[in-house]
C-alpha cells in the first residue's frame, strides 16, 4: 500500500467532510455570538472552546473548510480550464508565433509572486472571496499551461501520433482525443499540488482582510482576529492553524502518492 496516497487520501477526506457536513449540520451556528461564553477553552459543550465573541470554533473551522476548499477548488478549476487548452495548443504549434505569445505571457505572470498579484487584485477589485477565487485562478493558467506543454511535447514525436497525422486528424483533435488522456496523470498530480497552494494563498488573503468577508468564516481570518489573544487563548490560533497544516500536507501527500502510482518508472522499480 502506498503510505503517501493513503495518509494524504485520509486527512484530506476528513476536510472534505467537515466541508460537506456543514452544509446541513454544525454543533452551533457559527453567525450567532454568545458573549458571556466567550474565550472558552476546549470543553464537552465546545469541542474546540470559543472565541472572543462566544462562537464555537468548531462550527467555525467546518464552515471555513468549506470556503477555503470552494475557492481553492475553483481556482484549481480555472487554472486547468484555460492552462490546460493554452498549453496543448503551444505544443501543437511549438516554434510557431503562437507558442512564443503563450509562453511569453506565462513567463510574465511568472515574473511576480502569486500572493503579490492576489493582493493587487483584489485590493483594486475589493476584497471578497470571488475575487480571491479570479486573483488565485489567475496564477495557476500558467502553471497548467507549461505542465501540458511540456507533457505534450514528449508525446507529438511518438508512433500513435505520427499515425493520427498520417490518417488526416487535424492537430485540434489530436490534443483532445490522444494527447490530453495521455498527460492527465500530470494535471492530476500538479493539480493536487495547485489545490493546496490555493488553500494557503486564500489564507494567506483572508488574513491581511482581502479574502472572504464576514460572518462567512475563514481561516486566515480565525488566524489574524486570534493573534492580539494568542497569550490568553491560544486555542484560537492553534485550531485554524492546524486545519490549514493538515489540510496542505494531506494534499501534498495525496499528490506525492498519486504521483508514484501513475509514474511508469517507480511502478517499473516496484515490479
Known amino acids: 500500500m502506498n503510505r503517501s496516497l493513503f495518509l494524504g487520501g485520509l486527512l484530506s477526506g476528513i476536510m472534505l467532510l467537515l466541508a460537506i457536513a456543514s452544509f446541513v449540520w454544525t454543533p452551533f ?4 455570538m454568545n458573549i458571556p461564553d466567550k474565550l472558552q477553552t476546549p470543553n464537552a459543550t465546545h469541542w474546540l472552546g470559543t472565541d472572543h465573541f462566544g462562537r464555537d470554533i468548531l462550527s467555525m473551522v467546518m464552515v471555513g473548510a468549506r470556503t477555503s476548499l470552494a475557492v481553492a477548488l475553483l481556482a484549481v478549476g480555472i487554472g486547468v480550464g484555460l492552462g490546460v487548452p493554452l498549453g496543448l495548443a503551444a505544443a501543437a504549434t511549438r ?7 503563450i509562453m511569453r505571457g506565462n513567463d510574465l505572470v511568472f515574473a511576480f509572486p502569486s500572493l ?10 475589493g476584497p471578497s472571496a470571488t475575487n480571491a477565487i479570479i486573483a488565485i485562478g489567475i496564477f495557476n493558467i500558467p502553471v497548467f499551461a507549461r505542465v501540458a506543454r511540456g507533457g505534450s511535447l514528449s508525446l507529438w514525436s511518438r508512433e500513435f501520433i505520427l499515425t493520427a497525422r498520417v ?5 485540434a483533435r489530436i490534443s483532445a482525443e490522444h494527447i490530453l488522456p495521455n498527460i492527465a496523470n500530470l494535471l492530476i498530480v500538479q493539480g493536487t499540488i495547485q489545490f493546496s497552494l490555493g488553500i494557503l494563498a486564500e489564507a494567506g488573503l483572508s488574513y491581511v482582510g482581502l479574502g472572504a468577508q464576514p460572518p462567512t468564516p475563514s481561516w486566515g481570518r480565525m488566524l489574524a482576529e486570534a493573534q492580539t489573544l494568542v497569550s490568553l487563548a491560544p ?34 522499480g516496484r515490479a
Request: charged share 20%; aromatic share 4%; no cysteine.
Open 116 to 125: 503579490v498579484i492576489a493582493i493587487l487584485i483584489t485590493a483594486v477589485f
Open 167 to 171: 490518417a488526416g486528424k487535424s492537430r
Open 235 to 268: 486555542h484560537l490560533a492553534i485550531v485554524p492553524g492546524l486545519a490549514i497544516i493538515l489540510t496542505v500536507v494531506g494534499l501534498n501527500l495525496l499528490g506525492d502518492g498519486l504521483r508514484d502510482r501513475f509514474d511508469p518508472r517507480l511502478m517499473e
Open 29 to 32: 451556528d457559527h453567525a450567532v
Open 95 to 101: 516554434g510557431s508565433w503562437l507558442d512564443e505569445v
